[in-house]
């Protein structure tokens, strides 16, 4: 079982005579994390924002920067404390997690307006 997060935009395909838009929804970002990783983002206090973020009233990006970057600082300040959240398979270590973090965050910040989606 896996997360993904996705962030996407409107799109304007077309101009009809000055009165109508045709949208379309682009993707901008994907990616995808296995879920043995839950625990350690809870203990990082950004599970909601990334597994949940409709629950917490969150619908774009720009909404979550803050709960990420705070909590990819606690990540980083302390791996002895969240490498003890190592899935024992393999399937869900700490430093895959932070890349995550990482990336999805400099998405939320290249396209603040994007809105969230994610598939549990």
């Known amino acids: 079982m896996s997360l993904d997060v996705y962030l996407n935009r409107?799109?304007?395909?077309?101009y009809d005579e000055?009165?109508?838009?045709t949208e379309d929804d682009e993707q901008v970002y994907w990616s995808n994390i296995t879920h043995n990783l839950g625990k350690m983002a809870g203990?990082?206090?950004i599970y909601e924002a990334l597994w949940r973020p409709e629950e917490i009233g969150k619908t774009k990006a720009s909404e979550i920067t803050e709960l990420l970057?705070?909590?990819l600082a606690d990540l980083k300040a302390r791996p002895e404390h969240f490498e003890k959240f190592n899935s024992p398979n393999g399937w869900g270590m700490y430093e895959h997690f932070v890349l995550f973090v990482e990336k999805y965050l400099e998405a939320c910040k290249e396209y603040p307006d994007a809105i969230i989606e994610v598939s549990r």
Do not use: D, V
């Open 10 to 14: 409107k799109r304007y395909l077309s």
């Open 18 to 21: 000055g009165k109508t838009y």
């Open 69 to 71: 970057e705070k909590g």
């Open 43 to 45: 203990e990082a206090g």
